[in-house]
């Protein structure tokens, strides 16, 4: 049983830093696509960043150079670290973990991580102004 569990979420100043965690159980997909969306009170979900099996990585432009995607396979673990963080990277943020692979693409996933297979019951990302 796939199981995605994030933590980190916190209030933080805007320009401040925060690394948000995933940990990830039971995932063994070839996919080994992984990635972090959110969802802002009243809007939709906006994918965040992404990152295939061989660590190529692709990031939302409204995230591209303050946000930070990484992985550690031995710990099985995904991580988030945001930088620069302003009032409407306000939202939850969930980690997800996909079936499929865009094998002609780079990274080789879907673009979208709110539509992987699996994803964890998010955490709560707060940036105070």
């Known amino acids: 049983q796939v199981q995605l569990v994030e933590s980190g979420g916190e209030t933080v100043q805007a320009g401040g830093t925060l690394r948000v965690t995933c940990i990830i159980s039971?995932?063994?997909?070839?996919?080994?696509?992984l990635g972090w969306f959110r969802q802002a009170p009243g809007k939709k979900r906006e994918g965040v960043a992404i990152?295939?099996?061989?660590?190529?990585?692709d990031y939302a432009d409204s995230v591209q150079g303050r946000f930070t995607i990484s992985k550690d396979n031995a710990k099985n673990t995904l991580y988030l670290t945001m930088y620069s963080l302003r009032p409407e990277d306000t939202a939850i943020y969930y980690c997800?973990?996909?079936?499929?692979?865009?094998?002609?693409?780079?990274?080789?996933?879907?673009?979208?991580?709110?539509?992987?297979?699996?994803r964890g019951p998010g955490t709560q990302v707060t940036v105070s102004s």
């Open positions: 997800a973990a996909d079936t499929f692979i865009a094998p002609y693409k780079r990274p080789k996933c879907r673009e979208t991580p709110h539509d992987y297979t699996f």
């Open positions: 039971g995932y063994t997909d070839k996919s080994g696509c």
């Open positions: 990152i295939d099996r061989e660590g190529n990585i």
